[in-house]
């Protein structure tokens, strides 16, 4: 008989002090779901880029060194999850991390953390965005809002909502592209928010829920966490997607019933306890 054995999962992202993202949703949530989460940071920020102004300290010449200690543990993951990438080198870096710590078994999450509302985040230009491409065939799960899908596949962001027809055409570029498991977040329909699910199989489903409340910075890295620990705790990807954009939906109530600025995040501390 198998010992039974606490889950292990390594995050790849940035660490910005304030504005809940990156690593600071992402350890809370993934330990709130009883998996043992495992920081390995791409930059340190004072706050995300969001803001006006920030901190930014480039991780990149410091992650080798940093995952070679882990080397030296003789360090396995069962889930590796990447998020904000802060440079070009940074994707040739993941991309050794996931050779050196991923198993047979392990789940990659990739989520490309690239931009939002049809545009790229302030640190994110054409060489990232092309190289960021990479991590595509190296996922089990990839999890692009609506303008990261856009940017990866190649299609033409609009505001006005995106068909079926669309979503599917977006859906076959990333799947031709390498991906396999498929989340497109934030498809905003009328008065509702949507999710388009795509399986290896080839079935496809578009998840809908009544809009909750304000955007919120980090809803994508709130929405992803839940993902990547459902994946190691081996829960159904539909079931998951169902579950995390609850989640999210449940926190921009809550934010927006506190009035938190939609650049300080949503206040996902609230109901880390349901989880
Ligand atoms: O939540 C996405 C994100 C993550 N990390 C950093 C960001 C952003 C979005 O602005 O700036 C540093």
Not at 24 to 38: D, G, H, L, R
Not at 161 to 167: A, N
Request: glycine share 8%; aromatic share 8%.
């Amino acid at each position: 008989m198998t010992e039974k054995r606490q889950k292990r999962m390594a995050v790849v992202n940035d660490f910005s002090g304030f504005g809940r993202c990156s690593l600071m949703v992402s350890v809370p949530i993934i330990s709130a779901m009883k998996i043992q989460c495992c920081a390995m940071p791409t930059a340190v920020l004072s706050n995300h880029t969001g803001y006006d102004d920030f901190f930014f300290d480039d991780y990149t010449d410091k992650m080798r060194p940093y995952y070679e200690k882990w080397q030296k543990l003789g360090l396995h993951f069962d889930g590796i999850y990447t998020g904000f990438l802060g440079s070009v080198r940074q994707v040739a870096i993941v991309e050794e991390f996931i050779g050196c710590f991923a198993e047979k078994d392990t789940a990659i999450i990739v989520d490309p953390v690239m931009g939002d509302n049809g545009r790229p985040y302030a640190t994110i230009d054409k060489a990232l965005c092309e190289e960021l491409r990479k991590l595509i065939p190296l996922s089990s799960i990839l999890t692009p809002n609506l303008t990261e899908a856009c940017l990866l596949s190649g299609a033409a962001y609009h505001d006005t909502p995106f068909s079926e027809k669309e979503l599917m055409e977006i859906a076959d570029r990333l799947r031709t592209a390498g991906a396999r498991y498929l989340v497109i977040t934030g498809i905003t329909d009328g008065e509702d928010i949507c999710d388009f699910v795509s399986c290896p199989d080839g079935t496809c489903e578009l998840l809908r829920q009544p809009i909750s409340g304000t955007p919120h910075a980090g809803t994508g890295d709130v929405f992803a966490s839940v993902i990547a620990a459902d994946a190691v705790n081996g829960v159904n990807f539909v079931d998951s997607v169902k579950k995390a954009s609850a989640f999210v939906g449940q926190a921009i109530r809550l934010s927006d019933q506190l009035h938190i600025p939609s650049t300080d995040g949503v206040c996902f501390e609230e109901i880390l306890c349901t989880l």
